[in-house]
Protein backbone atom coordinates (compact mmCIF):
# COMPACT_ATOMS: atom_id res chain seq x y z
CA UNK A 1 0.00 0.00 0.00
CA UNK A 2 1.09 3.47 -0.75
CA UNK A 3 2.07 5.36 2.74
CA UNK A 4 0.89 8.95 3.14
CA UNK A 5 3.26 12.02 2.15
CA UNK A 6 3.09 15.27 1.46
CA UNK A 7 1.05 18.20 2.51
CA UNK A 8 -2.66 18.89 3.10
CA UNK A 9 -3.42 22.93 2.53
CA UNK A 10 -7.06 22.73 3.51
CA UNK A 11 -5.79 21.38 6.84
CA UNK A 12 -2.30 23.51 7.68
CA UNK A 13 -0.62 20.43 8.36
CA UNK A 14 1.51 17.85 6.69
CA UNK A 15 1.06 13.92 7.08
CA UNK A 16 2.08 13.66 10.47
CA UNK A 17 0.03 13.20 13.39
CA UNK A 18 -2.83 12.52 10.60
CA UNK A 19 -5.26 9.36 11.28
CA UNK A 20 -7.42 10.08 7.92
CA UNK A 21 -6.64 12.46 4.84
CA UNK A 22 -7.77 13.29 1.61
CA UNK A 23 -5.66 14.08 -1.90
CA UNK A 24 -7.47 15.71 -4.40
CA UNK A 25 -10.06 13.62 -4.19
CA UNK A 26 -13.04 13.81 -6.47
CA UNK A 27 -16.01 11.69 -6.70
CA UNK A 28 -18.56 11.56 -9.97
CA UNK A 29 -22.05 10.18 -10.57
CA UNK A 30 -22.13 10.58 -15.04
CA UNK A 31 -21.88 14.26 -15.47
CA UNK A 32 -22.73 15.15 -11.34
CA UNK A 33 -19.68 15.87 -9.45
CA UNK A 34 -20.52 14.93 -6.30
CA UNK A 35 -16.99 15.82 -4.45
CA UNK A 36 -14.42 17.95 -6.26
CA UNK A 37 -10.49 18.37 -6.03
CA UNK A 38 -10.99 17.24 -1.74
CA UNK A 39 -7.73 18.22 0.03
CA UNK A 40 -8.03 17.72 4.09
CA UNK A 41 -6.10 16.29 6.60
CA UNK A 42 -8.24 14.60 10.02
CA UNK A 43 -6.19 15.04 12.86
CA UNK A 44 -5.78 12.05 15.21
CA UNK A 45 -8.57 12.27 17.64
CA UNK A 46 -10.28 15.62 16.38
CA UNK A 47 -13.97 16.00 16.46
CA UNK A 48 -14.40 16.94 13.00
CA UNK A 49 -17.82 17.98 11.21
CA UNK A 50 -18.53 18.54 7.66
CA UNK A 51 -21.49 20.93 7.33
CA UNK A 52 -23.22 22.20 4.43
CA UNK A 53 -26.92 22.05 2.43
CA UNK A 54 -27.97 18.97 0.92
CA UNK A 55 -25.89 18.13 -1.93
CA UNK A 56 -22.98 20.06 -0.96
CA UNK A 57 -20.82 16.50 -1.18
CA UNK A 58 -20.15 15.96 2.83
CA UNK A 59 -22.15 13.05 2.88
CA UNK A 60 -20.28 11.90 -0.38
CA UNK A 61 -16.67 12.45 1.77
CA UNK A 62 -17.96 10.29 4.58
CA UNK A 63 -18.83 7.44 2.21
CA UNK A 64 -15.57 7.43 0.48
CA UNK A 65 -13.79 7.34 3.82
CA UNK A 66 -16.10 4.52 5.61
CA UNK A 67 -15.39 2.77 1.91
CA UNK A 68 -18.93 2.82 0.58
CA UNK A 69 -17.81 4.96 -2.21
CA UNK A 70 -14.97 4.90 -4.44
CA UNK A 71 -13.47 8.35 -5.85
CA UNK A 72 -13.13 8.44 -9.33
CA UNK A 73 -9.61 10.18 -8.85
CA UNK A 74 -7.36 11.73 -6.40
CA UNK A 75 -6.58 9.39 -2.78
CA UNK A 76 -8.14 8.69 0.36
CA UNK A 77 -6.00 7.79 3.29
CA UNK A 78 -6.69 5.92 6.64
CA UNK A 79 -3.93 5.86 9.37
CA UNK A 80 -1.02 6.46 6.75
CA UNK A 81 -2.43 3.81 3.91
CA UNK A 82 -4.12 4.85 0.60
CA UNK A 83 -7.33 3.03 0.66
CA UNK A 84 -9.18 3.81 -2.15
CA UNK A 85 -9.19 0.07 -3.44
CA UNK A 86 -9.79 -1.38 0.18
CA UNK A 87 -13.31 -2.60 0.81
CA UNK A 88 -15.52 -0.80 4.02
CA UNK A 89 -14.82 -4.46 6.15
CA UNK A 90 -11.23 -4.03 5.75
CA UNK A 91 -10.64 -0.85 7.17
CA UNK A 92 -10.50 0.72 10.52
CA UNK A 93 -13.72 3.01 10.64
CA UNK A 94 -17.22 2.17 11.73
CA UNK A 95 -20.34 4.09 10.65
CA UNK A 96 -23.41 5.54 12.71
CA UNK A 97 -26.23 5.93 10.48
CA UNK A 98 -29.49 8.32 10.73
CA UNK A 99 -31.93 6.00 11.29
CA UNK A 100 -29.04 3.42 13.07
CA UNK A 101 -30.16 0.60 10.89
CA UNK A 102 -30.82 -1.71 14.33
CA UNK A 103 -31.63 -5.38 13.89
CA UNK A 104 -35.04 -5.33 15.14
CA UNK A 105 -35.60 -8.95 15.91
CA UNK A 106 -32.09 -9.29 18.04
CA UNK A 107 -31.96 -8.01 21.42
CA UNK A 108 -29.69 -4.75 22.24
CA UNK A 109 -26.84 -6.56 23.53
CA UNK A 110 -27.23 -8.96 20.33
CA UNK A 111 -27.45 -5.87 18.07
CA UNK A 112 -24.23 -5.00 19.42
CA UNK A 113 -22.15 -7.89 19.80
CA UNK A 114 -23.17 -8.58 15.81
CA UNK A 115 -19.51 -7.14 14.86
CA UNK A 116 -17.84 -9.44 17.27
CA UNK A 117 -19.57 -12.42 16.18
CA UNK A 118 -18.43 -11.51 12.89
CA UNK A 119 -14.58 -11.21 13.70
CA UNK A 120 -12.37 -13.97 12.41
CA UNK A 121 -10.82 -15.59 14.48
CA UNK A 122 -14.19 -15.15 17.21
CA UNK A 123 -13.76 -13.84 20.37
CA UNK A 124 -15.17 -16.12 23.31
CA UNK A 125 -18.48 -16.25 24.43
CA UNK A 126 -17.52 -14.42 27.53
CA UNK A 127 -15.08 -11.94 26.00
CA UNK A 128 -17.56 -10.86 23.52
CA UNK A 129 -20.15 -10.60 26.94
CA UNK A 130 -17.46 -8.20 28.67
CA UNK A 131 -17.31 -6.18 25.25
CA UNK A 132 -20.88 -5.36 25.25
CA UNK A 133 -21.63 -5.19 28.67
CA UNK A 134 -18.23 -2.16 28.90
CA UNK A 135 -19.80 -0.69 25.53
CA UNK A 136 -23.40 -0.37 27.16
CA UNK A 137 -21.76 0.93 30.41
CA UNK A 138 -20.02 3.78 27.99
CA UNK A 139 -23.36 4.90 26.50
CA UNK A 140 -24.92 4.93 29.67
CA UNK A 141 -27.54 1.59 29.27
CA UNK A 142 -25.80 -1.03 31.63
CA UNK A 143 -28.93 -3.61 31.99
CA UNK A 144 -30.63 -3.07 28.91
CA UNK A 145 -28.70 -5.80 27.27
CA UNK A 146 -31.85 -8.33 26.84
CA UNK A 147 -34.65 -5.56 25.62
CA UNK A 148 -35.59 -5.37 22.47
CA UNK A 149 -35.01 -3.01 19.90
CA UNK A 150 -38.56 -1.56 19.60
CA UNK A 151 -38.57 -1.65 23.03
CA UNK A 152 -36.21 1.04 23.55
CA UNK A 153 -36.95 5.07 22.86
CA UNK A 154 -35.45 7.19 19.90
CA UNK A 155 -32.57 8.32 22.53
CA UNK A 156 -31.98 4.97 23.39
CA UNK A 157 -31.97 3.25 20.08
CA UNK A 158 -29.07 5.87 19.39
CA UNK A 159 -27.02 4.83 22.03
CA UNK A 160 -27.37 1.56 20.99
CA UNK A 161 -26.07 2.14 17.18
CA UNK A 162 -23.28 3.98 18.98
CA UNK A 163 -22.44 1.47 21.46
CA UNK A 164 -22.56 -1.12 18.00
CA UNK A 165 -19.98 1.29 16.71
CA UNK A 166 -17.70 1.65 19.17
CA UNK A 167 -17.31 -2.30 20.40
CA UNK A 168 -15.27 -2.68 17.48
CA UNK A 169 -13.08 0.09 18.63
CA UNK A 170 -12.65 1.67 15.29
CA UNK A 171 -10.03 4.45 14.63
CA UNK A 172 -12.57 6.65 13.18
CA UNK A 173 -16.06 6.79 13.95
CA UNK A 174 -18.24 8.09 10.99
CA UNK A 175 -21.55 9.95 12.09
CA UNK A 176 -24.30 10.48 9.41
CA UNK A 177 -26.74 12.72 11.05
CA UNK A 178 -27.14 10.26 13.53
CA UNK A 179 -29.37 13.13 15.93
CA UNK A 180 -31.39 13.94 12.82
CA UNK A 181 -34.78 12.49 14.42
CA UNK A 182 -34.17 13.34 17.24
CA UNK A 183 -36.60 16.15 19.53
CA UNK A 184 -34.85 19.14 19.90
CA UNK A 185 -34.15 18.89 23.49
CA UNK A 186 -33.08 15.29 23.25
CA UNK A 187 -30.60 16.23 20.47
CA UNK A 188 -29.10 18.54 22.70
CA UNK A 189 -28.34 16.00 25.10
CA UNK A 190 -26.86 13.65 22.92
CA UNK A 191 -24.88 16.18 21.35
CA UNK A 192 -23.58 16.26 25.07
CA UNK A 193 -23.12 12.33 25.39
CA UNK A 194 -21.45 12.42 22.12
CA UNK A 195 -18.40 15.25 23.01
CA UNK A 196 -18.32 13.15 26.28
CA UNK A 197 -17.78 9.76 24.64
CA UNK A 198 -15.51 11.02 21.98
CA UNK A 199 -13.20 12.29 24.94
CA UNK A 200 -13.64 9.45 26.97
CA UNK A 201 -12.23 7.26 24.04
CA UNK A 202 -10.18 9.05 22.18
CA UNK A 203 -11.54 8.51 19.06
CA UNK A 204 -11.74 10.58 16.27
CA UNK A 205 -15.20 11.44 15.04
CA UNK A 206 -16.22 12.60 11.93
CA UNK A 207 -20.20 14.17 11.48
CA UNK A 208 -21.59 14.81 8.72
CA UNK A 209 -24.92 17.08 9.40
CA UNK A 210 -26.52 20.19 8.14
CA UNK A 211 -27.43 21.94 11.23
CA UNK A 212 -25.12 24.79 12.21
CA UNK A 213 -25.82 24.65 15.79
CA UNK A 214 -24.68 21.26 15.98
CA UNK A 215 -22.12 21.50 14.58
CA UNK A 216 -20.44 24.52 16.24
CA UNK A 217 -21.11 23.07 19.88
CA UNK A 218 -19.33 19.76 19.27
CA UNK A 219 -16.85 20.13 17.13
CA UNK A 220 -13.08 20.72 17.37
CA UNK A 221 -12.90 22.03 13.88
CA UNK A 222 -15.55 22.28 10.63
CA UNK A 223 -15.83 22.12 7.07
CA UNK A 224 -17.58 24.13 5.62
CA UNK A 225 -18.48 22.44 2.00
CA UNK A 226 -20.49 24.21 -0.94
CA UNK A 227 -21.02 22.52 -4.28
CA UNK A 228 -19.02 19.47 -3.49
CA UNK A 229 -15.65 21.59 -2.61
CA UNK A 230 -14.38 22.85 0.49
CA UNK A 231 -14.92 26.75 1.15
CA UNK A 232 -13.57 26.99 4.52
CA UNK A 233 -12.30 24.68 7.61
CA UNK A 234 -11.35 26.01 10.97
CA UNK A 235 -12.46 26.27 14.42
CA UNK A 236 -16.31 27.20 15.12
CA UNK A 237 -15.16 30.32 16.29
CA UNK A 238 -12.95 30.98 13.76
CA UNK A 239 -15.29 30.17 11.20
CA UNK A 240 -17.98 32.40 13.36
CA UNK A 241 -15.98 35.17 13.70
CA UNK A 242 -13.73 35.44 10.37
CA UNK A 243 -15.68 33.78 7.71
CA UNK A 244 -13.91 33.79 4.23
CA UNK A 245 -16.93 35.12 2.46
CA UNK A 246 -20.86 35.88 3.06
CA UNK A 247 -21.26 31.78 2.09
CA UNK A 248 -19.58 30.90 5.52
CA UNK A 249 -21.05 33.87 7.58
CA UNK A 250 -24.61 33.11 6.71
CA UNK A 251 -24.69 29.39 7.21
CA UNK A 252 -22.41 29.54 10.62
CA UNK A 253 -24.66 31.69 12.47
CA UNK A 254 -27.09 34.48 12.13
CA UNK A 255 -25.91 37.29 10.68
CA UNK A 256 -26.97 40.46 8.70
CA UNK A 257 -25.87 41.52 5.21
CA UNK A 258 -25.67 45.04 3.53
CA UNK A 259 -24.25 45.04 0.19
CA UNK A 260 -22.06 47.87 -1.14
CA UNK A 261 -18.79 49.05 -2.99
CA UNK A 262 -15.28 49.55 -0.93
CA UNK A 263 -14.37 52.80 -0.96
CA UNK A 264 -11.31 53.08 1.65
CA UNK A 265 -8.88 51.41 3.10
CA UNK A 266 -7.37 51.88 6.27
CA UNK A 267 -5.13 49.26 7.89
CA UNK A 268 -7.74 46.84 9.34
CA UNK A 269 -10.40 48.74 8.36
CA UNK A 270 -12.80 49.75 5.84
CA UNK A 271 -15.89 51.82 4.58
CA UNK A 272 -18.22 50.53 1.89
CA UNK A 273 -21.04 52.89 0.32
CA UNK A 274 -24.17 51.41 -0.29
CA UNK A 275 -26.43 52.15 -3.25
CA UNK A 276 -28.31 54.59 -1.08
CA UNK A 277 -25.08 56.38 -0.24
CA UNK A 278 -24.85 55.52 3.47
CA UNK A 279 -21.31 54.76 4.05
CA UNK A 280 -20.55 52.37 6.71
CA UNK A 281 -17.36 50.87 8.11
CA UNK A 282 -16.20 47.56 9.07
CA UNK A 283 -12.43 45.25 9.57
CA UNK A 284 -11.70 44.16 6.29
CA UNK A 285 -12.22 39.88 6.12
CA UNK A 286 -9.58 39.65 3.70
CA UNK A 287 -7.87 41.48 0.76
CA UNK A 288 -10.16 43.77 -1.80
CA UNK A 289 -9.48 46.54 -3.45
CA UNK A 290 -11.45 49.70 -3.35
CA UNK A 291 -13.81 49.56 -6.17
CA UNK A 292 -14.79 46.36 -5.58
CA UNK A 293 -18.11 44.82 -4.31
CA UNK A 294 -18.54 43.67 -0.86
CA UNK A 295 -21.02 42.36 1.39
CA UNK A 296 -20.70 44.11 4.97
CA UNK A 297 -21.82 41.45 7.72
CA UNK A 298 -23.12 42.06 11.02
CA UNK A 299 -24.30 39.39 13.58
CA UNK A 300 -27.41 40.39 15.42
CA UNK A 301 -26.32 40.17 19.03
CA UNK A 302 -23.81 42.83 18.14
CA UNK A 303 -26.07 45.39 17.36
CA UNK A 304 -27.72 47.30 19.80
CA UNK A 305 -31.16 49.01 20.71
CA UNK A 306 -31.89 51.94 22.92
CA UNK A 307 -34.84 54.27 22.96
CA UNK A 308 -32.34 57.51 22.81
CA UNK A 309 -30.34 58.73 20.10
CA UNK A 310 -26.41 58.17 20.51
CA UNK A 311 -23.94 58.85 18.02
CA UNK A 312 -23.65 56.65 15.35
CA UNK A 313 -27.14 55.26 16.18
CA UNK A 314 -29.62 54.51 13.10
CA UNK A 315 -33.40 54.81 13.68
CA UNK A 316 -35.22 52.35 13.11
CA UNK A 317 -38.69 50.94 13.45
CA UNK A 318 -39.88 47.68 15.21
CA UNK A 319 -41.52 44.90 13.37
CA UNK A 320 -41.57 42.06 15.31
CA UNK A 321 -40.69 40.16 18.36
CA UNK A 322 -39.96 36.67 19.52
CA UNK A 323 -38.81 35.49 23.02
CA UNK A 324 -36.36 33.26 23.00
CA UNK A 325 -35.45 32.69 27.04
CA UNK A 326 -32.35 34.18 27.39
CA UNK A 327 -32.84 36.39 24.15
CA UNK A 328 -35.24 38.88 22.81
CA UNK A 329 -35.13 38.67 18.87
CA UNK A 330 -36.30 41.78 17.25
CA UNK A 331 -36.58 42.48 13.54
CA UNK A 332 -36.06 46.49 12.99
CA UNK A 333 -36.78 48.36 9.92
CA UNK A 334 -34.54 50.41 8.59
CA UNK A 335 -35.14 53.43 6.17
CA UNK A 336 -32.29 52.69 3.74
CA UNK A 337 -30.80 49.23 5.08
CA UNK A 338 -34.26 47.45 5.32
CA UNK A 339 -34.83 44.74 7.74
CA UNK A 340 -32.35 43.83 10.28
CA UNK A 341 -32.30 40.99 13.25
CA UNK A 342 -31.59 42.26 16.20
CA UNK A 343 -30.37 39.61 19.50
CA UNK A 344 -30.70 41.77 22.62
CA UNK A 345 -30.16 39.27 26.00
CA UNK A 346 -32.59 39.30 28.32
CA UNK A 347 -30.64 40.54 31.11
CA UNK A 348 -30.16 44.08 28.96
CA UNK A 349 -34.10 44.59 28.97
CA UNK A 350 -34.13 43.95 32.85
CA UNK A 351 -34.00 47.88 33.63
CA UNK A 352 -35.44 50.04 30.18
CA UNK A 353 -38.25 46.77 29.23
CA UNK A 354 -38.27 45.46 26.02
CA UNK A 355 -39.64 47.21 22.49
CA UNK A 356 -43.28 46.43 21.09
CA UNK A 357 -43.74 46.20 17.32
CA UNK A 358 -44.54 49.54 15.47
CA UNK A 359 -42.14 51.73 18.85
CA UNK A 360 -39.32 53.57 16.97
CA UNK A 361 -35.65 52.75 18.46
CA UNK A 362 -32.12 53.55 17.46
CA UNK A 363 -29.90 50.70 16.00
CA UNK A 364 -26.05 50.84 16.80
CA UNK A 365 -22.70 48.49 16.58
CA UNK A 366 -19.12 49.17 17.12
CA UNK A 367 -17.19 49.09 13.84
CA UNK A 368 -15.13 45.93 15.01
CA UNK A 369 -18.14 44.28 15.04
CA UNK A 370 -19.01 44.67 11.13
CA UNK A 371 -16.79 42.69 8.70
CA UNK A 372 -16.38 43.11 5.36
CA UNK A 373 -16.34 40.30 3.01
CA UNK A 374 -15.67 39.80 -0.82
CA UNK A 375 -19.06 38.53 -2.14
CA UNK A 376 -19.62 35.32 -3.48
Given at each position: M?????????????????????RAATKRFGDVVAA???????????????????????????????GFETPTSGEVFLDGEEVSAVPPYRRPVNMVFQHY?????????????????????????????????RALA????????????????GGQQQRVALARAIVNEPKILLLDEPLA?????????????????????????????????????????????????????????DLYDRPHNRYVADFVGKSNFVDGVLREVSGALGRIETAQGLGLGGRMGGPVAPGARVTLSIRPEQIGLA???????????????IFLGEHT????????????????????????????????????????????????
Open positions: QRITGSFETSGRDGEGLIAAFDALTLGIVRGEFLSFLGPSGCGKTTALRMLAALFPHLTVAQNIAYGLWQRRPRPERAEIARQVDMVRLSGFGPRRIWEMSALDRKLRREMQIELQTLQRELGITFVLVTHDQEEALSMSDRICIMRGGRIVQIGAPARAAQPGAEPVSVVNREYLVRHAQLGDLLVLVPRQAEAGAGGFAPGESAFASWHPDAALILPQD
